[in-house]
């Protein structure tokens, strides 16, 4: 490989600037492929700028399919960057293995990158922006933006980099240590703590029933948190999961809760 084809820290940096839109022109038909092509442009174009032909197989290559969690994207570029790299001063380089390896990295990223970027921290961003936003505060909304995009921008950074620094060796090293799918069980275990958690918080469910009359009048909710705190509100959401297991409309339920919530308050079965 000649001088002028080996990617600088800056080229690594151009890679992390490109994946930033990545889903600017998201379609059904290839997803982000679009946004995958444009991230690697440049790189490519230094990579096999003099020879038109390969430049032209190379963008043909990445507008195959491609879907991860935009955060993750990144990484895999940087590993395909290198990967490219290699190809450019090696005739003898599988082409067909970048493909391969952009492929079975998109799922593993993707369950990992949406259980804590979209199912955990996403949660818990809107969880502190809601909560200040409900008590007024202008903190609510840029919490929200402070906490959710700020470790967006820094996965995105430090995966063009590692990527790039690991490159294609990445996946069978990952593959054999078994790395890979502990680490999606504990994302996935984070995740659902975290649901748990926000719907103690978020989902806010109560009844002003009580049982016997007079002092001697137990309270429903009392005796219910006793159990155990929120139990309520768990059971609300537990309702909503099954219904929506069970392919209910999401206008349905919306509608259904109005209509409910009216009837049981007007009875005073919740409050």
């Given at each position: 490989?000649?001088?002028?084809?080996?990617?600088?820290?800056?080229?690594?940096?151009?890679?992390?600037?490109?994946?930033?839109?990545?889903?600017?022109?998201?379609?059904?038909?290839?997803?982000?492929?679009?946004?995958?092509?444009?991230?690697?442009?440049?790189?490519?174009?230094?990579?096999?700028?003099?020879?038109?032909?390969?430049?032209?197989?190379?963008?043909?290559?990445?507008?195959?399919?491609?879907?991860?969690?935009?955060?993750?994207?990144?990484?895999?570029?940087?590993?395909?960057?290198?990967?490219?790299?290699?190809?450019?001063?090696?005739?003898?380089?599988?082409?067909?293995?970048?493909?391969?390896?952009?492929?079975?990295?998109?799922?593993?990223?993707?369950?990992?990158?949406?259980?804590?970027?979209?199912?955990?921290l996403r949660i818990l961003a809107v969880g502190i922006g809601t909560s200040l936003a409900m008590q007024g505060s202008i903190l609510g909304p840029v919490l929200f933006l402070l906490v959710f995009n700020i470790p967006?921008?820094?996965?995105?950074?430090?995966?063009?980099?590692?990527?790039?620094?690991?490159?294609?060796?990445?996946?069978?090293?990952?593959?054999?240590?078994?790395?890979?799918?502990?680490?999606?069980?504990?994302?996935?275990?984070?995740?659902?703590?975290?649901?748990?958690?926000?719907?103690?918080?978020?989902?806010?469910?109560?009844?002003?029933?009580?049982?016997?009359?007079?002092?001697?009048?137990?309270?429903?909710?009392?005796?219910?948190?006793?159990?155990?705190?929120?139990?309520?509100?768990l059971g609300v959401m537990g309702a909503y999961y099954k219904l929506l297991d069970k392919k209910v409309s999401a206008v349905w339920l919306i509608v259904g809760t109005a209509v409910l919530g009216i009837v049981c308050?007007?009875?005073?079965?919740?409050?």
């Amino acid at each position: 490989m000649t001088s002028n084809k080996k990617l600088s820290k800056k080229d690594i940096r151009g890679l992390f600037w490109r994946s930033l839109p990545m889903e600017f022109s998201w379609h059904y038909e290839r997803q982000m492929h679009m946004g995958f092509t444009f991230m690697l442009a440049s790189i490519l174009q230094k990579l096999y700028g003099n020879d038109k032909e390969k430049l032209a197989q190379a963008l043909q290559r990445h507008m195959e399919f491609f879907n991860c969690t935009p955060a993750l994207s990144s990484f895999i570029g940087g590993i395909v960057a290198s990967m490219e790299e290699k190809n450019a001063s090696d005739e003898d380089f599988d082409t067909s293995s970048i493909n391969t390896i952009k492929s079975a990295l998109m799922g593993p990223l993707s369950g990992i990158g949406d259980s804590i970027i979209l199912g955990t921290l996403r949660i818990l961003a809107v969880g502190i922006g809601t909560s200040l936003a409900m008590q007024g505060s202008i903190l609510g909304p840029v919490l929200f933006l402070l906490v959710f995009n700020i470790p967006n921008y820094l996965l995105h950074y430090i995966g063009a980099v590692k990527g790039y620094e690991l490159g294609a060796d990445f996946l069978e090293k990952i593959q054999k240590s078994g790395l890979m799918e502990k680490f999606m069980f504990a994302a996935a275990l984070l995740g659902v703590m975290v649901v748990g958690g926000m719907t103690n918080e978020l989902v806010v469910v109560s009844t002003p029933l009580t049982i016997g009359v007079g002092e001697t009048a137990s309270s429903v909710q009392g005796i219910l948190d006793g159990i155990m705190p929120g139990l309520l509100s768990l059971g609300v959401m537990g309702a909503y999961y099954k219904l929506l297991d069970k392919k209910v409309s999401a206008v349905w339920l919306i509608v259904g809760t109005a209509v409910l919530g009216i009837v049981c308050a007007q009875f005073g079965i919740l409050g």
